[in-house]
């Protein structure tokens, strides 16, 4: 330990304390803004949150004469889900919160907010901040655990210190990190731009037919296993809409079913290299089947696509389905509250739109080539984005090793 530091426990710093119970009839859409741990979360991440609960004045005015609360230099603690997440109270607050899903720690006027906000931050912290909460159905952060965390302290001069050196890197990371996210977002959107305008600007050789009329004749363009049950050991692999977040499906990963489950649905049995389109949920996601998952099947909320290859081929298809000519169709005809999704009926009558083969072949190898350039893009700033949150951390460690 660096002279003139020492380790503090939390509880020697800021006062740690939750709130009165605020029940749920108690929530109102207007008023004074009401915060549980998402909300933390997301002004932990943000520093703004667009809050969807309040309560009255009233209410708040009779808890605030009470208990009080928080007030700038106070710092809020996520205590459920993802633990550890703080936020420091700003001048302009004027919020409440509720208990034990979020913890208080009321600055008692010897560390400095910023430097304890920073410290929350650090791995230090954190690893403290976790090992009591594993083991738990739903991790959480106790006022006892909360008041042993240590933390090591250096005398206030020294905090500031730190703190201004801590402000002045981490504002150059976050504007480097906002650079690298532009860019990775400008990337998406050129080759979305790129595919979009290949449908928008097509020619007037270009060919046009619902969706059921260039699918290939054994298609039926149906749903799969409406109850797919529990998992079968050495069972028949199945592919469900939350396995939908990568191109291509491969065996990894996937749900295996009795096979006899699938014995009603020979319709929508895999051979591989269909396109698999999410019609329950998030609609209109797209994936390609592989051919390791031949024999496979899928659930409720997927149709697998086949295009006759005479008029379509699958590469084109692929394209086709997620470019916004299709996609908004989708979006136009999906409904539903709690669980949006597309009538099949409707699925079928989408309006498609091609040419030649020989003219898709073309369009297909410059997409591909575009798309490869995109995904290098991709990769190189997330790994940007990566490489900037590990400085922030290995910045972080120096600090609190007194090696700033």
Not at 20 to 28: E, P
Not at 134 to 153: F, N, Q, S, Y
Request: charged share 25%; net charge neutral; proline share 3%.
């Amino acid at each position: 330990m660096k002279q003139g530091w020492e380790v503090k426990k939390i509880s020697q710093m800021f006062n740690v304390k939750s709130s009165h119970r605020v029940h749920q009839s108690d929530w109102q859409s207007i008023g004074i803004p009401f915060y549980r741990a998402r909300e933390v979360v997301k002004l932990a991440r943000d520093g703004i949150v667009e809050n969807e609960l309040f309560i009255s004045q009233e209410l708040y005015d009779k808890f605030t004469q009470e208990k009080g609360a928080p007030k700038a230099g106070d710092i809020i603690v996520s205590a459920v889900g993802t633990l550890g997440q703080c936020y420091l109270v700003k001048d302009s607050d004027k919020f409440y919160f509720k208990d034990a899903s979020v913890l208080w720690f009321e600055n008692l006027g010897n560390i400095n907010s910023k430097y304890a906000e920073y410290a929350f931050k650090s791995d230090l912290i954190m690893k403290q901040v976790m090992n009591g909460s594993m083991g738990a159905t739903v991790g959480t952060l106790t006022i006892g655990r909360a008041k042993d965390i240590e933390i090591p302290v250096p005398p206030l001069p020294e905090q500031e210190r730190i703190v201004s050196i801590l402000d002045k890197a981490f504002s150059a990371i976050d504007q480097a990190k906002q650079n690298a996210e532009k860019n990775l977002k400008n990337a998406k959107e050129l080759f979305d731009s790129y595919l979009n305008g290949i449908f928008t600007n097509k020619g007037e050789d270009w060919e046009g037919n619902i969706l059921e009329e260039v699918a290939e004749e054994n298609c039926s363009l149906s749903y799969g296993i409406v109850q797919p049950g529990e998992d079968y050991p050495y069972g028949l692999h199945i592919v469900r809409p939350t396995d939908l977040t990568k191109l291509y499906i491969r065996l990894d990963g996937l749900k295996r079913i009795d096979p006899k489950l699938a014995d009603g649905y020979k319709r929508t049995k895999l051979i591989g290299d269909e396109l698999l389109l999410c019609v329950r949920g998030t609609t209109g996601l797209v994936s390609i089947a592989t051919l390791e998952i031949q024999g496979g099947n899928v659930t409720r909320g997927i149709v697998p696509i086949r295009f006759n290859s005479k008029l379509v081929s699958q590469e084109f298809g692929y394209y086709l389905l997620i470019s916004n000519y299709v996609q908004k169709q989708i979006i136009d005809k999906t409904y539903g509250t709690a669980l949006m999704q597309i009538n099949i009926g409707d699925l079928r009558n989408v309006l498609t739109t091609y040419p030649s083969l020989k003219k898709q072949q073309t369009i297909v190898r410059q997409l591909d080539n575009m798309r490869a350039e995109t995904k290098n893009l991709e990769e190189i700033y997330q790994q940007k984005i990566i490489e900037l949150e590990d400085l922030k951390k290995s910045i972080l460690q120096k600090a609190f090793n007194g090696e700033l």
